[in-house]
């Protein structure tokens, strides 16, 4: 058996003051004829990055509802996530070879994930991302199963989807956030939903403007001068290098200005961020106010998110100045704190945001600089689109909404 990820109960009932009466009422109907059934989700880490995130709520709300949901990683192995990272890069569009021995690797390490799993059972399993989705090829009589891909698919590297877009094909269903990633080979079978978070978890709950203030002080942020902040693993696409790019810039008309780049190594699927911090590291070097989290002792006993909340609630400004992304839950975190965010105008960013009416979308460092500079220096400027992103994440971009769209797609995979 694949190693079980631990998970809680939530009842949808918790959300009801919260989301519409209409998706209320949509999620108990839709729930009554899934009493029992056994889901089992399978992704490649049980903590870091959104995959997991998302999991950490959504399993608990599909068992609240009384669904056998089970959520399970495939084991961990160093060569093989450095591997599929690799192939993570190539599928969001990176120059890629790849060689012939990191297949054989991948297929190696999937075929033993795959022999794990060979005696579990389900009524439905839900597959995240390509790491694990390989499983298929050795398991094609797992049905019904369905694979949620999660990366932005805009325009992938041609070897390595050549080599993923077969096992794709085996599934009864692909789930693909944005109608911009569907590929020819996929097509019939695709269906698209965004993912969505968990307003209800420590992380996204209300926290005074005071108290964040006061745990940015005791990380020695000047709460006195204003701040920026991009909370994001250390990963090329989210582009930390053109975030401090864009804040130099800006600095030079807020000379006060502080920026914070937050991306604790959490996740063991993504053995890629030292490197990346190290570039990061050497790029800050020299320049005033740059804040770097990567290091989990940075931030000793406070919990992760209380930490993370703490920096959407007390920056002035979020970014997520991506150049590739599949969805930013980063960014629907800080609308949802009624943040104006600044996010890169690409993939599922821009289903999140709306140029101009609830943040901005950007497509360089000076662009990203200039909407800075706009909202530092005006303030109702940054709440009246911050009420407009509240706004947008109370309608689109919460836990029951998705976990309505799962109950559809299973309504459809069982008949
Ligand atoms: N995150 C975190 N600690 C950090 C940096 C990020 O908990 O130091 C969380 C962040 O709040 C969000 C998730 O990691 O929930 C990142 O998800 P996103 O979809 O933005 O990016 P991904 O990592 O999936 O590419």
Redesign the pocket.
Known sequence: MLPLVKTQIKKIKEYKGIISDKLFGEVERLSKSFKGLKVNLVNSTPR????A?ILKSLVPLMKGIGIKAEWYTIPPREDFFKITKEIHNALQGKKYAFPFWHRVRYLQHIERSAFLMKDMKADIWVIHDLQPAGVILYLPHFHPSICRL?IDLTSPNQEAWNFFASSFGMYDRIILTSKEFIKKEIKEKTITFP?A?NSLME?NKPLELKRAKMILENLGINTGNPLISQ???F?PW?DPLGVIEAFRLAKKKIPNLQLAL???F??RDDPEAMKIFKEVERKAKGTPDIFL?SNPDQIGSLK??V??NAFQVGSNVIL?KSIR???????T?AMWKGKAVIGGNVGGIKLQIENGKNGFLVSSPKEAAKRITQLIKNPELSQKLGEAAHQTVKEKFLMPRLLRDYLKLFKEVLS
């Not at 870091?48 to 995959?51: A, D, K, N, Q, T």
């Not at 992304?325 to 960014?331: C, I, K, P």
Request: negative net charge; without cysteine; charged residues 25%.
């Open positions: 870091g990055g959104g995959v995130e999660h993912p978070i992380k909370i994001s693993r990963d989210k937050v991306g604790l959490l996740a989290f992760v998110d930490f993370v997520q992304e599949g969805f930013g839950l980063s960014v975190e």
